[in-house]
């Protein structure tokens, strides 16, 4: 799986727009970009996924790179509950029957949201 | 709907100990998968378990087990445990075996004295 980079802190003030960038220049071409975040002693939880085209649910939208080889996470309107520690994670397809739930998580950035 | 539930929360034991713990995925999931969570390692995927298989494996010694049974619930075992092992210990389920939407619990943390 390819690997990410995110920076390791961001600071956004509540009701803006958060973005958080995650560079994959390594991702090939049948690779998705997931998007998790940890809240502090809870569980990861699934926030959306890609693989070329943009997609939006109702935590937030995924921008990614015509090239694929970066994505940018949006939260529209940043709350002090979105605090939290965000995962970008690059992921394989099922290849030749190698289907997998395995996710490697890099160490993601620390969301700090400020009143 | 319940989310995924683990058991225990929180336990302590001494070296040399081993120890169960267990997970009860979302009604209808049929995979299950362990993560480690370690201040200095960071979320290490453990195993993961799909129609009472083990389907894949991380790179942790023979002493992490695991099983999954016919109801999908899902334990794994430590044994002769190292303090290094003291951590938060996640279970995750999906629907269906080979998508990367997990959803995880709130992890079984244990403290190895």
């Given at each position: 799986?390819?690997?990410t980079t995110q920076p390791p802190s961001m600071d956004c003030a509540e ?101 | ?40 390692q960071g979320l290490q995927f453990l195993f993961e378990y799909f129609s ?12 992490f087990s695991g099983r999954q049974f016919s109801n999908s619930r899902s ?39």
């Open positions: 799986d390819a690997k009701g803006r727009a958060a973005n958080l960038p995650c560079n994959h220049s390594t991702i090939s071409g049948n690779e998705y970009v997931y998007w998790y975040r940890q809240i502090h002693s809870q569980g990861p939880q699934y926030i959306i996924h890609g693989l070329k085209n943009n997609e939006t649910n109702e935590m937030a939208s995924l921008i990614i790179t015509e090239d694929r080889k970066s994505s940018t996470l949006i939260l529209p309107h940043a709350t002090l509950r979105d605090t939290a520690v965000y995962y970008c994670i690059v992921r394989g397809g099922n290849l030749y029957g190698g289907a997998t739930n395995k996710l490697i998580f890099g160490t993601g950035t620390l969301l700090a949201v400020q009143p | 709907k319940a989310g995924v539930t683990q058991t225990p929360r929180y336990l302590i034991k001494t070296r040399g100990q081993q120890v169960t713990l267990s997970c009860s995925p979302i009604s209808g999931h049929r995979s299950v998968s362990w993560y480690q969570q370690t201040p200095g009472e298989t083990q389907r894949n494996k991380g790179n942790f010694p023979g002493r334990e794994m075992n430590v044994s002769t445990l190292e303090l290094g092992d003291s951590a938060l210990y996640l279970c995750a389920s999906s629907l269906h075996w080979g998508t990367g939407e997990l959803f995880f619990g709130e992890g079984s943390r244990l403290t190895v004295l």
